[in-house]
């Protein structure tokens, strides 16, 4: 038996909407939270090591130029587009009895 469902046309996002509601969400521009957008050089090859903040493209590019130069390695710029938290409960213990 086939059952028929209707989809709804009318109210359909095209998809810049729908690329512009994923953007607002992945910035935290949901529920009024704000985060400020920043950069992070990567040098393959390492183990992370300490990462820099970079809040401006402009120094973050600098500082990428440097580090490649200084390593001769290659250096990823890495942007930074949301973060995720979750807050830790206390373990609930129970007794055998």
Known sequence: ????????????KT????????EDW??????????????ICYVE??????H???FSLKKAENEAERLAGFTGK??????????CRT???PPKWEVAK
């Not at 038996?1 to 359909?12: A, K, P, S, V, W």
């Not at 090859?45 to 300490?50: A, D, Q, V």
């Open 74 to 83: 290659v250096v990823y710029l890495l942007e930074c587009i949301g973060k």
């Open 45 to 50: 090859g390492t183990n992370g090591g300490r």
């Open 26 to 39: 992945l910035y935290g521009k949901r529920k009024g939270i704000k985060m400020k957008r920043f950069w």
């Open 15 to 22: 998809p810049d909407e729908e690329m512009d509601e994923l």
């Open 52 to 54: 820099c903040r970079h």
């Open 87 to 89: 807050e830790r409960m």
């Open 1 to 12: 038996m086939t059952t028929l469902y209707e989809i709804n046309t009318r109210n359909r």
